[in-house]
């Protein structure tokens, strides 16, 4: 069963720029959580989507987005990019039932601002 | 405050040391606990995950958890150099959010 599957692993953006990152879940998975890691803030929820609707969001400013399709497919964008943004950006999926099941994260996009 | 403490380590033991990590959290609210692990520059791993008070076993990992004292462990028995890594706590409400509260993460190394 194949896991948690990000785009693109590694990717320098300059100031201003705008990033669009992917997530595709694991098969059967319809919720899907992004999440941001820093080594000053560590790892901070962005927002969850679970059939294609956002259902939780995090406190990180208009600037982050995201949506969901309907192959539980995920991608978040990031507009006009501070240096601030620099992170390692994590999805995670999971069946999305209410109690008792497990998330699961992918190997995260790195992004550089510069 | 944070709502969840780790303490960030580094911590060094010997192979085959019984390795003891802990998370102390502040949200009652928390019911949901799991343990990743992280190596350098991958996604967190998951580990172990419980929903109720007491211990739970699965392999050379224990996890406990104490809800009257808002405090949770992980336990690596015979500890190897391959378990060298960063062990972060995650928890959540059991109320079908998806929003998980990380710990600062402890990062071990086991020499051998």
């Known amino acids: 069963k194949a896991g948690v599957t990000q785009t693109p692993r590694y990717l320098i953006k300059t100031r201003g720029q705008q990033v669009t990152l992917s997530c595709s879940p694991i098969?059967?998975?319809?919720?899907v959580s992004w999440y941001q890691q820093t080594p000053g803030q560590g790892l901070q929820f962005l927002f969850e989507?679970?059939?294609?609707?956002?259902?939780n969001k995090g406190n990180f400013p208009g600037r982050f987005s995201g949506r969901q399709f309907s192959n539980s497919r995920s991608e978040m964008n990031v507009s006009t990019l501070e240096l601030g943004d620099s992170a390692l950006y994590l999805c995670a999926s999971s069946s999305g039932q209410a109690s008792g099941n497990t998330i699961y994260f992918g190997e995260g996009s790195w992004l550089t601002v510069v | 405050q944070k709502e969840v403490e780790q303490d960030p380590g580094p911590l060094s033991v010997p192979e085959g040391a019984i390795v003891s990590l802990n998370c102390t959290y502040s949200?009652?609210?928390?019911?949901?606990f799991m343990w990743y692990r992280q190596y350098s520059r991958k996604g967190p791993e998951l580990l172990m995950y419980?929903?109720?008070?007491g211990n739970k076993e699965d392999g050379s990992f224990t996890a406990q958890v104490d809800k009257s004292s808002k405090y949770i462990s992980l336990f690596i028995r015979d500890s190897q150099p391959s378990d060298s890594a960063t062990y972060l706590c995650a928890m959540s409400p059991d109320t079908g959010r998806r929003a998980l509260t990380f710990g600062s993460g402890t990062r071990l190394q086991v020499q051998p």
């Open positions: 098969s059967g998975h319809r919720s």
């Open positions: 419980t929903y109720s008070s």
């Open positions: 989507y679970f059939s294609e609707t956002q259902r």
């Open positions: 949200n009652s609210a928390f019911q949901y």
